[in-house]
């Protein structure tokens, strides 16, 4: 069954990670944990200060060829009346100061990714130059098992 509309948006809003799914150069799948804010009609991921590697980030040289994208929420326990998943489709690209893709939203969407994770008081927002992921929602889908709970 589809998650209801009311408890859908107040996930898109509040939960706390999510998986982002890009192709890679070679067309195979190319998944990592994001953290994320929901402004308007977009998501919007930061690469933010938390350690990475010093080469350009997958997912950011992967949306320059194929922009196409899926970000997947999800809960799982024990008890499987409990089980969710919500799917976002959509088109991402890479947003920075000064670039053409540059988005009126960029500015809520730092403040909203301030305000949703404290954790943004001791790490960085940004990792050097402001970047974001913008993805443009396409399509939502979802699943949980029917009347009962969801988190």
């Given at each position: ?75 799982y326990e024990d008890d499987w009346r409990r089980l969710w998943w919500i799917r976002v489709d959509g088109s991402a690209c890479v947003v920075m ?55």
């Open positions: 069954m589809r998650l209801p509309d009311e408890a859908l948006e107040r996930l898109l809003d509040t939960w706390p990670v999510a998986r982002l799914a890009t192709l890679g150069p070679d067309r195979t799948p190319h998944i990592v944990p994001i953290v994320f804010a929901r402004v308007g009609p977009h998501l919007w991921s930061p690469i933010d200060g938390k350690p990475k590697s010093e080469r350009a980030l997958a997912r950011v040289t992967h949306l320059r060829d194929a922009p196409r994208v899926s970000v997947l929420l999800d809960h100061p000064g670039d053409p893709e540059h988005h009126p939203e960029a500015g809520p969407a730092t403040a909203r990714l301030r305000s949703k994770y404290p954790q943004y008081a001791t790490t960085p927002l940004f990792r050097g130059i402001p970047t974001l992921i913008r993805v443009r929602i396409t399509g939502i889908r979802s699943w949980y098992p029917g009347p009962g709970p969801t988190s």
